[in-house]
């Protein structure tokens, strides 16, 4: 079963931002609610790289 809150964190953990993982600070915010994740970015973010880390979080919790 998916556990939204986890991949929250899971995302506020290895989202790049300005090369460097972790440190979001005010550039990007991801907030969680029961059953949605948003992610808004002040500076150009792929959905791509999005999908790549959802892939990974599914992969690494033995969703996918």
């Known amino acids: 079963v ?3 809150s986890n991949f929250a964190e899971f995302l506020r953990a290895r989202i790049k931002s300005a090369g460097r993982t972790g440190r979001l600070g005010e550039v ?3 907030t969680s609610d029961d059953k949605r994740i948003t992610v808004k970015a002040e500076t150009s973010f792929s959905k791509r790289y999005l999908k790549y880390l959802t892939k990974k979080y599914l992969k690494k919790n033995s969703l996918r």
């Open 28 to 30: 990007v915010k991801v």
């Open 2 to 4: 998916f556990n939204t």
